[in-house]
């Protein structure tokens, strides 16, 4: 079994890296399809792409296209090579777990279609939302995932169920004989060898754009957020005794009535348990974020 990893390279040897970028080469390329553009330059497309032309240059190699000196890429083929290579020339049968509010935005999202991406079928365990109609589509109960999934012949299993349920579901998907996974739950999903899965995680992404955020924000001196803890300065002031204020006398310790030395207080401090509620605290902010 396997935890959600991805392999370095394709079965046909295109490094992975390469393989993600092939999907923003095609979508720029489908714009310049439907503005009329014929041929496009590798620097044109690389820009439009965000990526470097040599790096471009090398990802479309591993197809067998190079363009033509002078003159570029036809942006037609183009699309095909790049099409075929991504299988997107043919028809995939999409099934989504969990029809929640994520998951019916993905049923009703209608660009699926126009990439070769049919959603078949959706499941739910809820009984509220079993039998329920999301565009075209009923709402099928979960208990008759295995069933429908080889009826409809799904390829491809969403998964955009809470955290708790995604492993089951995911379980349950792979024997139903599904390989191909995206995953929508914030969970890490363990899967055997033969089966190849995706997460995305749209609270990780968001937490990425506020430390960038932050970071902007520290170096142009503005402060677009609301601030949920104590300054650093602030608590560091706060610790500060008041330079008005004399210091007070410390406290003389009493005398045992049997005239005996006291005996000095010692304050126990447990580092497991003081750190036990800020990581639940941590761990439930996350949950809500997700």
Known sequence: MRSTTTRS?????????????????????????????????????????????????????????????????????LIYQISRELGLTQDWAVAIVGVGNLGRALANYGGFASRGFRIACLFDADPRQIGRRVGSLIVHDIADLEQIVAAERVAIGVIATPAAAAQEVCDRLVRAGIRSILNFAPAILVVPPTVEIRKVDLSTELQILAFHAQRRALHDGTDHQTRRDTPDSEFRRDLQPDPATPPAAAPQPATPRNGSAPRPRTTEFSVGSARRPLAEEADRTAGVLR
């Open 9 to 77: 390279t394709s079965t046909r040897g295109i490094p992975e890296a390469s393989i993600a970028r092939l999907p923003v080469y095609l979508r720029v390329l489908q714009n310049l399809a439907d503005a009329g553009v014929a041929t496009v330059s590798s620097q044109h497309l690389a820009t439009a792409a965000g990526v470097n032309p040599a790096k471009l240059r090398k990802d479309l190699s591993h197809l067998g296209s190079y363009g033509t000196r002078g003159v570029g890429y036809e942006v037609d083929y």
